[in-house]
């Protein structure tokens, strides 16, 4: 195991299309985050899984776009109808949640991906 | 509402001197605030965290500050070195476990 995988790690499309991103987390991790970066920004919270369930989904997201994560071990994000704003780094992570104390023991500690860089024209 | 600001966005200083960034966030934050380093076209790394029962944590050149009544923190990074140019990310865990960052601090370390 050498980590988050992303793939595409670049994915170039036309404003309609559909896309779908595939996170593989770390094997042991339960948690799965998936974060949006544009330049000069910090990484955007879009959802989480713990395990298959899908825990929170940020407001700010727009109906066209949907993660899921099956069978608790690699997620899918998917974006309908894409936008040139949709243009950004789409990160995942993942974590072992852990109980107590945030961090403790390297729990809940979120190790990322390389991302996938959708350019949408 | 879940909120992180971090200041300044970009930070230039010489080799050798300190630099400092500050973070604050708002009232729904728990227990963790974790930094992550991210050089251009990587990935965001951690390199340093701190939990609400502590105030200090150093590691060699970096140390975090927390002031939980404040509701601030910040890494001071010393002796700094043209490797430790990037940008940096705070961040703060909020209700049910999600990481929400602030919006980075471009360092230069300038030789």
């Known amino acids: 195991d050498t980590g988050v995988s992303q793939d595409p790690r670049h994915k170039i499309t036309k404003r309609g299309q559909n896309v779908t991103f595939r996170c593989d987390p770390i094997s042991e991790h339960n948690r799965l985050y998936w974060y949006r970066q544009t330049l000069g920004q910090g990484p955007e919270f879009l959802t989480y899984?713990?395990?298959?369930?899908?825990?929170?989904k940020s407001r700010l997201l727009s109906d066209r776009f949907s993660a899921e994560r099956p069978k608790g071990s690699f997620s899918t994000l998917e974006i309908q109808r894409t936008e040139q704003g949709d243009s950004a780094m789409y990160l995942c992570a993942s974590s072992l949640a852990g109980t107590g104390v945030w961090g403790s023991s390297g729990a809940n500690v979120l190790t990322f991906g390389a991302g996938s860089r959708l350019t949408v024209l | 509402g879940e909120n992180v600001e971090q200041h300044p966005s970009t930070l230039s200083v010489q080799e050798g001197d300190s630099a400092v960034i500050k973070c604050t966030y708002s009232?729904?934050?728990?227990?963790?605030f974790p930094w992550y380093k991210q050089e251009l076209g990587k990935r965001p790394q951690l390199i340093i965290d701190?939990?609400?029962?502590?105030g200090e944590k150093k590691d060699q050149r970096i140390a975090v500050t927390l002031n939980k009544t404040a509701k601030h923190f910040s890494l001071h990074i010393t002796e700094t070195q043209p490797e430790d140019s990037a940008v940096y990310f705070c961040a703060a865990a909020f209700q049910g476990g999600k990481l929400i960052f602030g919006q980075g601090t471009e360092l230069s370390v300038k030789p």
């Open positions: 009232d729904s934050a728990s227990n963790y």
């Open positions: 701190i939990r609400s029962n502590v």
């Open positions: 899984f713990q395990n298959e369930a899908q825990l929170e």
